[in-house]
Structure formats: C-alpha cells, structure tokens
C-alpha cells in the first residue's frame, strides 16, 4: 500500500498567513493527488485535484503543487473559515489511500 | 444540486450486520464511479471500497481491512449504492460516507461529491 505522510500534524497560524503544508508519498504517483478540506462534523470537501487543478468554487487562496512523491497545498492568506482539517489521498493505485491529516488552528 | 443521502447506520454487536444504503440525485448516477470512505471517531479517514460503473462492468475494489467481509453494490434504476457489511468488529465503528467518483477526464478516479456520513456503532 502507499503510505501518505502529511506535515506538520498541526499548524498555528494567524488571519493572512501564508501557510504550506506537505505530504509526501511512499511511491510515486505522478500527479494523482486530491487534497480535502474537512470542518467538525462535516463531510470533507475537495480543494484540488491531479495536484495542482482548483476544483470548481474553491477560492483562488488555495493552490496546489508537486509531482512523484512530493505535494504541497498553499493557502496564500488565511481566512477565517480556513482554520479546520486539511487531508491528502492519492489514487495511483488501489487502495486508496489519505494522509493522516493536518489541522491548522488559530495561533 | 448534487446530493448523496446516507442511511442504515445504528448500533450492531460484534458478530452482526448491516447494511448502508446511500441515495443520490442531481447527476447521472449511472455514469460515475462510487465509492464508501469512513472515518472512525477522532480519526483520519480510510477508503472502504469502489464501485465501477457499468461501462466497467460493476466492478469493485476493497480496502483490506473489509475485504471479504463487506460488499459494495448499486442500482443504477434507484439511484441508489449500499454496503453491507457482515461480521462486524468493534474496529468497523465510524462514520460512513458515500462518495461519488469522478475523472476530470483522465484515467484515474477522485471523489467530488460526499454525502453527510451514517454512524456505525459496533459494540456488545
């Protein structure tokens, strides 16, 4: 199975930050990456697809990078609604497999 | 507006079943892939399995920790996905969504659209 490794666990940052957060694949998996955005209690949410396509109505802030094993999600400037949990999940290959997630909270 | 509507969840023993089922409208069911991702409480989430669509002959696809012990199937005429899942563990509990899959056109399959998720509670 690919095992996908997100970092930081969990970020502390402030309104306007510009934050990065990275997962890194244990194979690589060319450009097949999603990145989701989860709020408590709610279902997650799509921000990026094939690593770096903004899905239709996700804000401009967000953006996505990377090829082979290494990704990143950018939020250039943190809003508010942005403080929540952010995941990655590959779909090279079956199975399917998601980071353990990042949580960014308010500094 | 897209929409998944999850339902089936409760309170099962170790040892039972249940089964999810997990009603769409808004698209062409028939067209997309789907797929069940769970997420345990406080945890991270874990794909459950995938349904291909008839294009591709139904087929599926299963994480191992379910691998012969649940089943993903659909309906294309209701609109409508399950999963049953049999012999159950205390490890089974989570919350369950349905998902849609999706390509963007290429050849490999994401999830767009999740449904609001049903608890699945194993516990003697």
């Known amino acids: 199975d690919i095992q996908m490794t997100q970092s930081p666990s969990t970020l502390s940052a402030s309104v306007g930050d510009r934050v990065t957060i990275t997962c890194r694949a244990s194979?690589?998996?060319?450009?097949?990456l999603a990145w989701y955005q989860q709020k408590p209690g709610k279902a997650p949410k799509l921000l990026i697809y094939?690593?770096?396509n903004l899905e239709s109505g996700v804000p401009s802030r967000f953006s996505g990078s990377g090829s082979g094993t290494e990704f990143t999600l950018t939020i250039s400037s943190l809003q508010p609604d942005d403080f929540t949990t952010y995941y990655c999940?590959?779909?090279?290959?079956?199975?399917?497999?998601f980071g353990g997630g990042t949580r960014v909270d308010i500094k | 507006e897209v929409q998944l509507v999850e339902s089936g969840g409760g309170l099962v023993q170790p040892g039972g079943s249940l089964r999810l089922s997990c009603v769409v409208s808004?698209?062409?069911?028939?067209?997309?892939?789907m797929d069940w991702v769970r997420q345990a409480p406080g945890e991270g989430l874990e794909w459950v399995g995938r349904?291909?669509?008839?294009?591709?002959?139904?087929?599926?696809e299963y994480a191992a920790s379910v691998g012969g012990r649940f089943t993903i199937s659909r309906d294309d005429s209701k609109n409508s996905l399950y999963l049953q899942m049999n012999s159950l563990k205390t490890e089974d509990t989570a919350v369950y969504y349905c998902?849609?899959?999706?390509?963007?056109?290429?050849?490999?399959?994401?999830?767009?659209?999740w449904g609001q998720g049903t608890l699945v509670t194993v516990s003697s």
């Open positions: 998902a849609r899959g999706h390509s963007y056109g290429y050849s490999n399959w994401l999830f767009d659209y």
């Open positions: 808004g698209f062409t069911f028939s067209d997309h892939y």
């Open positions: 349904i291909r669509n008839k294009a591709k002959s139904y087929t599926t």
């Open positions: 194979q690589i998996i060319y450009t097949w």
């Open positions: 094939k690593a770096s």
């Open positions: 999940q590959q779909y090279s290959t079956y199975p399917l497999t």
